[in-house]
């Protein structure tokens, strides 16, 4: 029986990448796209640069597409009570609908996920304008998330066809890419979402997290790291883990009332610069204890940065094997306690921060106190 188990992994593992070549953009629903796009734009530094709505002749719903470097991110939001769009807004508040991928053959990344047993969502589209050719097309992930093939090697349009292109001041922070973006999953549900991403997309698990290097006195998570080879596309899952308290994990599900995406990292080369910028902007980050400073030094060695500067930010630090990696959390940025973000700047370190679960998970217990979810 265990034999038999060892062998389907061994062959699950085997199945052939889809051809993807890293993160496309982020599409989230929400209540009033407008509103969400001044946010996105005066509060992260994202220049919006295509719109469509009615002035465009779309009677369903509205869109700004906003980019910061490599960082693209879609806001949505429909027209009338019966938009698919409003049905999502309503039953799980905003967030993200769409982790679009981009690849070389659109077409091909969809046929093979649906060989391979995936449920299809947008069939592959294709367009020819002035601007080029874009290919799309979309399969079903955990909850109501999708996975977009954007294939848009030659597209030189604004962001995507049926888009107007919008010329916003730059006003960067310097987030340059996306570094991964993280799936809640209920209980006992990771396992069947890991193999999915196996079977269906050829990754492979590259770090695993057990309720033991995720856990406080009060709740536990476990978690698991799809990525692909090259490393470019990485998707933790999350489920929760039973503790004496309900897991923060829990309470995303509670309130989202369905998996879906907890939170997206976002690199950036001077992480210093980047969350003085975001705090001026009104950005809001967890906070730590002056405790995880004072022990620092001990923890993680010699470092670039200025031990005091990153006291001040509250920005967490970890030490791997072959470097290190700066890290910090926002608050939810829905009225909901569901999505949020991470601002991470790699110095040679290719995790995920184990070394401050622990502190980041009890600042997050802190907060969830005064929700009155703990
Ligand atoms: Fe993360």
Redesign the pocket.
């Given at each position: 029986m265990a034999k038999g188990k060892v062998e389907l992994e061994t062959q699950a593992a085997a199945v052939e990448e889809l051809p993807i070549d890293g993160f496309d953009y982020i599409e989230l629903y929400v209540g009033n796209a407008l509103q969400a796009s001044y946010y996105y734009h005066r509060g992260f530094g994202f220049d919006v640069v295509g719109y469509r709505g009615l002035e465009t002749g779309d009677r369903e719903s509205c869109s700004y597409a906003l980019r910061q470097n490599n960082v693209h991110i879609v806001l949505t939001g429909g027209m009338s009570p019966d938009s698919p769009i409003c049905r999502h807004v309503l039953e799980h508040g905003d967030g993200v609908k769409t982790i679009g991928l981009r690849t070389r053959n659109a077409r091909q990344c969809y046929q093979t996920a649906l060989a391979r047993g995936a449920t299809g969502v947008e069939e592959p589209a294709e367009h020819e304008d002035e601007f080029g050719r874009f290919v799309f097309a979309s399969v079903q992930t955990y909850g109501e998330t999708v996975h977009a093939f954007v294939e848009r090697e030659n597209y030189r349009g604004a962001f995507a066809p049926g888009y107007k292109p919008v010329e916003t001041v730059a006003s960067g922070t310097g987030l340059t890419y996306v570094?991964?973006v993280?799936g809640n999953v209920e209980v006992d549900r990771m396992e069947h979402w890991v193999e999915f991403y196996k079977r269906i997309f050829g990754f492979y698990v590259y770090q695993y997290f057990d309720a033991r290097d995720i856990s406080t006195q009060y709740s536990a998570l476990v978690s698991k790291v799809m990525a692909n080879r090259s490393g470019t596309v990485k998707l933790?899952i999350n489920e929760p883990y039973a503790g004496l308290r309900r897991s923060q994990i829990q309470e995303y599900l509670d309130y989202y009332l369905a998996p879906g995406v907890q939170?997206i990292?976002i690199g950036t080369r001077d992480i210093i610069r980047t969350v003085s910028e975001l705090k001026q902007r009104g950005i809001q980050f967890l906070t730590v204890p002056r405790a995880y400073y004072d022990e620092l030094p001990q923890r993680v060695g010699k470092i670039d940065e200025d031990i005091e500067e990153l006291a001040r930010l509250g920005i967490l630090v970890d030490r791997e094997s072959e470097g290190y990696l700066l890290?910090i959390?926002t608050r939810p940025v829905e009225d909901r306690p569901t999505l949020f973000f991470?601002v991470?700047q790699r110095k040679g370190a290719r995790g995920?921060?184990k070394g401050n679960f622990k502190a980041l998970f009890e600042s997050i217990e802190r907060e969830q106190a005064l929700r009155g979810n703990l």
């Open positions: 570094d991964h993280v933790p939170h990292a890290q959390f991470e991470i995920f921060g």
